[in-house]
């Protein structure tokens, strides 16, 4: 399941650099100009940063936890997307498919992933 961003969300710009997929994106309308989707609902009004669902892996087999909600200064800024479920398997192709230069970890999984 991809994760998105919160309308809480205070533009810190602190998750921008930690994302291995470069699926955070500054507004819907940069997401967009750049080809990647975005959920329904989600930075409507350019008013928050927002990731796509096509590009987030929840990092898993980068890392043992989302690196986005472990720098927000926002707690619960960062959460599962319901409109995106995936499994651990699908998270890991996912990440070997964008990632193909990388390795990639079938062990970096954190206890959050719910498909």
């Known amino acids: 399941m991809a994760l998105l961003i919160t309308e809480e969300c205070i533009n810190c710009g602190a998750c921008l650099p930690e994302c291995p997929n470069e699926a ?3 507004t ?3 997401a967009e100009a750049a080809g990647c989707k975005v959920s329904e609902g989600q930075g409507e009004g350019d008013t928050v940063y927002v ?7 929840e990092c898993v087999g980068h890392f043992d936890e989302p690196q986005c909600a472990a720098v ?3 707690d619960d800024c960062c959460v599962p997307d319901p409109q995106h479920p995936e499994s651990v398997e699908e998270l890991l192709e996912k990440a ?9 970890d079938p062990n970096k999984v954190w206890s959050g992933v719910r498909g």
């Open 24 to 26: 955070i994106f500054e």
């Open 28 to 30: 819907r309308s940069a």
């Open 51 to 57: 990731i796509s669902y096509e590009r987030c892996t």
């Open 72 to 74: 927000c200064p926002v």
């Open 96 to 104: 070997r498919r964008l990632n193909p230069d990388k390795e990639i």
